[in-house]
């Protein structure tokens, strides 16, 4: 299908597209990737009044160091995400997380921020971003403010950016050292979104787990991070046995969806199990 009649807008800086999107009308998109706002206005499922096309601010783009973080822009294609060095020694969990997005053609496209922003529960990196600690850097008409990853995912496909507002850069706080990390994702071949996925990441000292971080994708209607399982990792020894045993408290607190894809039973199933395969390989063993 062909997309309602829009108007259209393609800023060069972040100023100009605030401006854009205040002069926009009632109901103005952004057009980050694409990647799910095109699909849905050819299907007329959305049809906005004005779109506001973020392609060409270059300010929006690449990934820098900033002392103990990584600052990553919020227009940054997946591709760019995968071949970055940085993210690959600071943080190979956004990395391991990116490789399973979809497919080439849209992770070409896609884009790091416009999949956190879309914030589907089945999403790979919504998860990831909770387990680094990750924050997010919104600018709107009042200045710029952060808001950690646990207080920006507010509901199914709802985040903390509010109208008129912009995703610009996600701070992830380096793990070196000590820290492991695994992304660990169950989900049809015909398609790429997760039926349940786990990141998790482990610091380990004198054969001790002494940190442990895991979030889990599509067990709400939001990202979770399994606190109980943290909880039961911290001090720990390192061993299978231990693992097996925090990681048996993974569906606590959650609720997921039962769908044709899976059962609300099975995904509490799937989330025990690669919970323990994914702290497992963070922890080394």
């Known amino acids: 299908m062909i997309p309602a009649p829009f108007e259209y807008a393609r800023p060069t800086t972040v100023d100009e597209a605030l401006q854009a999107m205040a002069a926009g009308g009632e109901d103005v998109k952004v057009l980050a990737g694409g990647q799910s706002l095109i699909p849905v206005m050819r299907l007329r499922l ?9 392609g060409r601010v270059t300010e929006l783009r690449g990934v820098r160091e900033d002392g103990d973080a990584l600052v990553i822009g919020a227009m940054t294609t997946h591709s760019d995400v995968l071949a970055d060095p940085l993210i690959r020694q600071h943080a190979p969990l956004i990395a391991q997380a990116t490789e399973t997005v979809a497919d080439r053609q849209v992770r070409h496209r896609g884009t790091f921020g416009g999949a956190l922003v879309h914030a589907d529960p089945a999403g790979d990196l919504p998860a990831v971003a909770l387990a680094l600690d990750a924050e997010f850097v919104i600018a709107g008409p009042e200045g710029r403010r952060t808001v950690p990853a646990r207080d920006f995912f507010v509901d199914y496909l709802t985040t903390a950016v ?30 790429a979104w997760s039926i349940v996925a786990v990141a998790a990441a482990v610091r380990r000292e004198n054969g001790h787990i002494t940190e442990a971080r895991v979030g889990l994708t599509n067990m709400g209607p939001t990202p979770l991070r399994a606190g109980a399982v943290e909880a039961a990792l911290s001090g720990a020894e390192a061993t299978p046995e231990a693992i097996a045993a925090a990681a048996a408290h993974a569906a606590e607190g959650t609720e997921p969806s039962s769908d044709l894809n899976a059962q609300a039973d099975y995904r509490q199933h799937l ?3 690669l919970t323990r395969r994914a702290v497992t390989a963070a922890a080394g063993l």
């Open 162 to 191: 509010d109208e008129g507002e912009l995703l610009v850069e996600v701070r992830v706080p380096k793990l070196d050292g000590q820290w492991g990390m695994r992304y660990e994702k169950f989900n049809r071949v015909a398609q």
């Open 271 to 273: 989330a025990t199990v």
């Open 46 to 54: 959305a049809a906005p009044e004005t779109v506001v096309d973020l």
